[in-house]
């Protein structure tokens, strides 16, 4: 009874229920002297096994078991201890003995943890220390009696969490109803990282804005300013990093690594986090399907400074900064938006105009009007990261191996289809056809000498032999042809520095020099997800380039790109178009500035566009 009482009295001690489903499991272990066991908490109805300790553990853990089926969930229905002898600690093993039967010995018992009627879950305890590993009835009254105390703590450390985790939520609801009143960037900004430390605790708070892959921190806990200091200034770059990876990084400990990502964190910035005092971190990316917009940056000096239900209202107050950040910066791009609250003022003064003067200031308007809505001409849509290639790409490769003994054209040198390129050495080849030529005159001669005997057996062999000569020449000289290597297509001589080849030996189907056409040449760039639907085939393509910046040269879009490409945080896909260059004036490789030339659009049109795209999108988001 004593023994009951302080283990008891030790479980009223903690209302963390993480934190007391370890001491409850090794307190009863302890007490009923158990080599293993499992702890099974109900979820609505069924068990999941959160503890187990025995040769079975790791295939029991996270298992769930139905309450009225199984070893365990027969022993929660039914409300009372369940002893069964002699078998393994199997959570689905569905024999019973009744608790009122006479003692009996045995190696695994099972109790439901119940109080006020309301099941919290099960407890198994496995082969027994010392004697022949078996238990008996007093071990039964220890383990009915530790389960009924487990579960008037655990039942309360529930109640105290859910408790509590509605508080967070409130704290939460406020937190979003604070950040959300207004639109002011740098007062968002503020709120978040000062309002978070309410449900959280961190010794440093921070947030940053993403530009262009590289962080800047707008914000800092608990400081009016953020100060310009070496520090400050390593936090973003640990900022940046963690926005790149678009994903949560919790590290948990920095001198103890739990996966690839906390490993990359501590490996790369170890030195600046040691410095900083920092001994575990949370980092959260601010994104949404435009991009990325920020990053949230939490450090304390202590490791494990988060638990898992503060994880989770991390991310969720993460979610509602990337909306009020996105709300923000999208009404910060309405255009005019600074001139609506000047309205009322403005139709005063109006009124207070002469009457002339007001026809002839509405004339204007409605002339201003009809410019802006009538009057249209192309939409330009820039190009990312424009590139020149040669269309027709050909390499030349030899039919037959040799030796390069001549180069006939030179890097950028204009050949024609069929005009000899490189010649090999035919030496070999020629003294090979002259000796089969020779002895086809031979076998010749001596098939009339066998004619003029009467010999037809030998004529037969002799013109035989002639005739299969007669075709290893003409196979000899198809192999003499070929050793003058042709252009298989018309373009330029694209290798640098062919001449060096001189000399070299190259086997059948080598690559010797690599040609293509640029009389015409592709160019390809791209698009932002946004303003692919306004290009099509066949639209105008208007560029300049860098070494002539005082000529405008022009191509046509010849096809779109299926697989997108993610660059800084936005979504693109590649346009390739085909650029005349009949001066040869442009060269593959060169950087342009490329815009496409789209349908017509109005000022007006232009104007609204970008906030008419962001209105549809959260209608849709308000419907669905």
Not at 515 to 543: A, K, N
Request: proline share 5%; net charge positive.
């Amino acid at each position: 009874m004593r023994l009951l009482r302080s283990i008891t009295e030790e479980f009223s001690t903690s209302l963390d229920f993480d934190e007391l489903l370890p001491k409850v499991f090794n307190a009863v272990l302890d007490a009923v002297g158990a080599r293993g066991g499992s702890l099974w908490i109900a979820e609505g109805d069924v068990l999941r096994c959160r503890l187990a300790l025995g040769a079975a553990s790791q295939k029991l853990l996270g298992t769930t078991v139905s309450i009225g089926e199984g070893f365990v969930g027969d022993v929660a229905r039914k409300q009372r201890t369940t002893i069964v002898s002699n078998v393994l600690a199997d959570p689905r093993f569905r024999m019973e003995t009744d608790r009122s039967s006479t003692m009996i010995t045995t190696n695994l018992m099972a109790s439901p943890m119940i109080t006020h009627g309301i099941t919290v879950g099960s407890i198994q305890v496995t082969n027994k220390v010392g004697g022949l590993g078996i238990f008996d009835d007093r071990d039964r009254e220890v383990l009915e009696g530790l389960a009924a105390s487990a579960a008037a703590a655990l039942r309360n450390a529930q109640l105290h969490t859910a408790e509590k985790r509605a508080r967070d939520l409130a704290i939460l609801l406020e937190i979003s109803r604070e950040i959300t009143s207004t639109l002011d960037l740098d007062r968002i900004l503020q709120l978040v990282v000062n309002l978070a430390a309410r449900p959280l605790t961190f010794d440093r708070g921070a947030i940053g804005l993403v530009r262009a892959g590289r962080c800047t921190i707008r914000a800092v806990a608990g400081q009016e300013q953020v100060p310009d200091t070496d520090d400050v200034r390593r936090l973003a770059a640990r900022g940046a990093w963690a926005a790149d990876r678009g994903v949560r990084v919790h590290l948990a400990d920095r001198e103890a690594p739990r996966d690839e990502v906390e490993r990359a964190l501590a490996t790369a910035f170890g030195e600046d986090l040691v410095t900083a005092g920092v001994r575990s971190a949370l980092y959260l990316p601010l994104r949404d399907e435009e991009g990325t917009l920020g990053v949230l940056l939490f450090e304390s000096q202590t490791p494990d400074f988060v638990t898992p239900t503060q994880l989770e209202l991390a991310e969720i107050l993460a979610n509602q900064t990337t909306v009020a950040l996105r709300n923000a910066e999208l009404y910060h791009q309405v255009p005019l938006i600074e001139a609506l609250g000047t309205i009322g003022r403005t139709r005063r003064r109006l009124l207070e105009v002469p009457r002339r003067r007001r026809q002839a200031m509405a004339v204007a308007a409605v002339a201003a009007l009809a410019a802006v809505t009538l009057i249209r001409w192309p939409f330009r849509v820039a190009g990312a990261a424009p590139t020149f290639r040669a269309v027709a790409y050909a390499d030349v490769r030899p039919l037959v191996p040799g030796l390069v003994e001549q180069v006939l054209v030179r890097e950028g040198q204009t050949v024609g289809q069929g005009t000899p390129v490189i010649r090999l050495r035919d030496a070999d080849w020629r003294a090979e056809r002259e000796a089969a030529v020779a002895a086809a005159s031979a076998a010749d001669r001596a098939a009339a000498v066998a004619a003029s005997q009467g010999n037809a057996a030998g004529e037969r062999m002799q013109r035989a032999r002639r005739a299969a000569l007669e075709r290893q020449v003409s196979l000899l000289d198809e192999q003499l042809a070929a050793t003058v290597v042709r252009a298989p297509v018309t373009g330029a001589v694209l290798t640098p520095r062919p001449e060096e080849l001189v000399g070299a030996w190259r086997d059948e189907g080598d690559v010797l020099v690599t040609m293509g056409r640029t009389d015409t040449l592709e160019l390809e760039f791209r698009v932002p997800q946004r303003d692919l639907p306004r290009v099509r085939v066949g639209q105008r393509v208007r560029l300049r380039v860098d070494a002539l910046p005082q000529r405008t040269f022009e191509g046509t879009v010849t096809q779109l790109g299926e697989l997108p490409a993610l660059h800084d945080g936005a979504v693109s896909f590649p346009v390739r178009a085909l650029v005349p260059n009949p001066e040869d004036r442009l060269r593959p490789g060169m950087m342009a500035h490329a815009r496409v030339l789209t349908d017509p659009m109005s000022v007006l049109g232009r104007v609204i566009r970008a906030p008419l795209r962001w209105l549809r999108l959260a209608w849709w988001r308000l419907r669905w």
